[in-house]
């Protein structure tokens, strides 16, 4: 009898050690149907599987919204307050998982979230009139699933969730499997304190480690009603064929054309600065730049002046061939140099540049493969072109029609405005960094998914919300 008990201790042991406790907290074996409504998970809203994330999401949601909208507004602030007060820490976790971009971006990125809006947008509007009274509200979806990019982990979901909560949702998140593991514990903090602080469950979840059939399983649960993707063409496509709501931030490849008018000085100030953000990972990012002609030369003067270090044609070349070379039958970025140092990239160029240098250009003609990619770098190719018509014409071309982001640095109202309109992109910066478009370096709210393809635009609360409208017929009216 001892020995069939040992043995029993034995296979209880081994199958445990085989099957650890899910990152939900849930017992061993629950990894589908719904949370026990008692226990208090280990990692709260971390879940190895998607059924058991919604099922939590959505008994949040109720919770917040019995909560009232005061409780959701304290929520919304005291997590923009967090990110800022944890910055530093974060910023430092995701560097160091994700291994792209600049530490001092990443820590400036969550100390920009005071620039978010919150509840406040949520203005209900109301008509009155001999007939009665009609009111129009923004409502809630209720759970939304989510999917963010490496490029910004922790900020994405965190600005995904300031607006969604604001809105009265609650999310389910697929995050990149190379930012998961930051987007995890920023996840599980919230919850924890969210618990804590207002007594509601698992508002924010995510799905660790997450997978393509996680996603496509948060794209299909009927439970989801609204979908959220930030990312580049695979998951817009992906996202955009569901056959629910999306609400898509694509890819982008922002150009910047500068006329024979522009303040070169403040145009090459600019371009640095919106280039050089995180080593040029951001969407918005001054990605390639045509310059007219007649002032070229003074332009490349400008960008000196301004710190860029300017690699020669052979220098370039080499670059191109490691970071972009051609495969089969395209030209592919190599994954190893997103997001790289100038540093790192002008050693492949066979350059040296000194170690305060913050971005790299130099003159290439349309056809380099640092024009037309998508590359998030900090290298920026100048192109000349005869004249403005000229310009405009390859910023349209290269922009792909993406619809994301331009730049101009002009003093010509007349080519400011036909750019405006004939590149009809969702941002449209002039005379300022692309940063200017979200706050920093020019006036508006900040967000860091912005809806291209479907057409909303900088994100915000009333994006994630439904119209609802209730008319009272013919009283209620006061006066
Ligand atoms: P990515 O496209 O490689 O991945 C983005 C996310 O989509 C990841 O979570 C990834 O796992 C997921 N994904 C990819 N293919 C998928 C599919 N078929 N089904 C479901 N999920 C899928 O992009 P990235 O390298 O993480 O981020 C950079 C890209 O994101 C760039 O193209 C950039 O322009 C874009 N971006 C856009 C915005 C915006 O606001 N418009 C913001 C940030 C980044």
Redesign the pocket.
């Known amino acids: 009898m001892q020995t069939e008990q040992m043995i029993a201790d034995v296979v209880e042991q081994v199958i445990r050690q085989l099957n650890p406790a899910p990152h939900d907290g849930s017992s061993a074996g629950m990894r589908t149907g719904a949370v026990p409504a008692d226990a208090l998970p280990t990692r709260p809203g971390v879940f190895a599987e998607v059924d058991p994330a919604v099922a939590a999401a959505k008994r949040a949601q109720q919770q917040l919204i019995a909560a009232g909208i005061k409780i959701r507004a304290q929520i919304v602030n005291w997590i923009k307050q967090t990110a800022i007060d944890k910055a530093q820490e974060w910023g430092r976790i995701e560097f160091d998982e994700t291994r792209i971009g600049r530490l001092d971006h990443k820590v400036l990125k969550l100390e920009l979230f005071h620039l978010l809006p919150g509840v406040e947008f949520l203005e209900t509007v109301a008509q009155s009139g001999d007939d009665g009274l009609t009111v129009d509200e923004f409502a809630p979806w209720g759970v939304i699933g989510a999917?963010?990019?490496?490029?910004?982990s922790i900020p994405?979901l965190t600005a995904n969730v300031v607006s969604m909560i604001a809105a009265g949702n609650a999310v389910v998140f697929?995050?990149?499997?190379s930012g998961a593991k930051c987007a995890a514990m920023a996840v599980e903090h919230y919850n924890r304190e969210i618990k804590q602080r207002w007594n509601i469950d698992s508002l924010i979840n995510t799905i660790e480690p997450?997978t393509?059939r996680s996603?496509?399983e948060i794209f299909k649960h009927p439970d989801v009603h609204l979908l959220v993707?930030?990312?580049?063409?695979?998951?817009a496509r992906?996202a955009m064929k569901q056959p629910k709501r999306a609400i898509v931030?694509?890819?982008?490849n922002p150009p910047v054309v500068v006329d024979e008018t522009a303040d070169f000085d403040n145009a090459a100030t600019s371009i640095i600065q919106g280039a050089v953000f995180d080593n040029n990972l951001l969407?918005i990012g001054e990605k390639e730049v045509f310059v007219v002609d007649s002032v070229f030369d003074q332009m490349m003067a400008a960008m000196r002046r301004a710190g860029a270090f300017a690699l020669d044609a052979g220098q370039i070349d080499r670059l191109v061939k490691v970071t972009i070379p051609w495969q089969d039958d395209h030209y592919a970025v190599n994954k190893d140099y997103i997001g790289a140092d100038p540093q790192v990239l002008a050693q492949v160029a066979g350059a040296t540049v000194p170690a305060g240098v913050e971005l790299l250009y130099g003159e290439t003609d349309e056809s380099n493969p640092f024009v037309a990619e998508?590359q998030m770098m900090p290298f920026v190719p100048f192109v000349r072109c005869r004249d403005f018509d000229h310009g405009l014409e390859l910023a349209i071309k290269y922009e792909h029609g993406f619809g994301?982001t331009a730049c101009i640095h002009s003093n010509n109202l007349d080519h400011i405005t036909r750019m405006g309109q004939a590149m009809n992109t969702t941002l449209y910066i002039v005379n300022g960094p692309s940063t200017g478009a979200l706050g920093a370096g020019g006036e508006g709210y900040a967000s860091?998914?912005?809806a291209?393809p479907t057409g909303e635009g900088v994100t915000n609360p009333l994006t994630f919300t439904r119209f609802r409208r209730m008319a009272v017929s013919g009283s209620l009216r006061i006066i």
């Open positions: 999917i963010t990019p490496v490029t910004h994405t697929n995050p990149h499997p997450p393509l996603a496509e993707a930030t990312g580049g063409p695979g998951v992906a931030a694509g890819p982008g969407c998508e994301h860091y998914s912005i291209t």
